[in-house]
């Protein structure tokens, strides 16, 4: 069965320091690979989406950028935090079909000091 | 224009009851896909139905139902006899199929009263 699995769970960071979040789906090949960002009490905004290795569109312009080194890995990254990075990050994973359901991993939580 | 639409904040609900989340929709693309998700005080969301456009029937999942009512572009989510567990945020989606996009609502943060 596939599985998604998202690090680290927490993170406090001081600004303009770097960021890395990781995230890894297992048990599928070809996924389409998203990161989300939700404030507190909100709903979640699309940051960016995959389709395939080194094929990333952006959806909001902003201080980070995201990677996909292999099929099964996405990367989110920011050369330097602001605190309005702060947030829950999630990242999710689907199938291309007739559904292509999202199913998300457990998130981080980052706050930037 | 708002993509989905949940009107609803907040909901109260008694144990064993009935309730009936709202969920409208904006779209010109004929192919989409709706989608509700749960997300509990952990953060993580967790599916649990899936309608899609062309879908004759209303979709069901153990007890989620979802209320398609596709001339009125609405999607609302019923959950029978709810439970203690069901509190949580509830999110809306929808994905365009011809343009691999993704939408969320705001949520409706549902409570489940003993």
């Known amino acids: 069965s596939q599985t998604i699995h998202q690090w680290p769970a927490t993170l406090v960071q001081p600004v303009g320091s770097p960021l890395s979040l990781e995230c890894t789906v297992e048990?599928?090949?070809?996924?389409?690979l998203y990161w989300y960002r939700q404030a507190a009490g909100r709903g979640l905004q699309l940051l960016f989406y995959s389709i395939g290795i080194d094929q990333i569109s952006s959806e909001v312009p902003q201080n980070l950028s995201a990677s996909r080194p292999q099929d099964r890995q996405f990367i989110l990254s920011s050369k330097k935090l602001l605190l309005s990075d702060s947030g829950f990050y999630l990242c999710a994973w689907s199938v291309e079909g007739a559904k292509n359901i999202q199913y998300f991993g457990a998130g981080t939580r980052l706050s930037v000091l | 224009a708002q993509k989905i639409t949940q009107t609803q904040p907040g909901m109260f609900v008694q144990e064993k009851e009935a309730v009936t989340l709202d969920c409208t929709y904006d779209?010109?693309?004929?192919?989409?896909?709706l989608f509700w998700y749960k997300q509990p005080s952990s953060g993580e969301m967790i599916f649990l139905i899936y309608q899609g456009s062309y879908d004759q029937q209303n979709a069901t999942e153990g007890r989620y139902s979802l209320n398609f009512q596709k001339a009125r572009k609405s999607a609302n989510l019923v959950i029978s006899a709810s439970q203690l567990g069901d509190s949580a945020m509830y999110f809306c989606?929808?994905?365009?199929?011809?343009?691999?996009?993704?939408?969320f609502g705001s949520g409706t943060k549902l409570n489940v009263k003993p």
């Open positions: 989606a929808m994905r365009e199929l011809n343009f691999n996009k993704f939408y």
């Open positions: 779209t010109s693309d004929p192919s989409y896909g």
């Open positions: 048990g599928t090949s070809n996924p389409n």
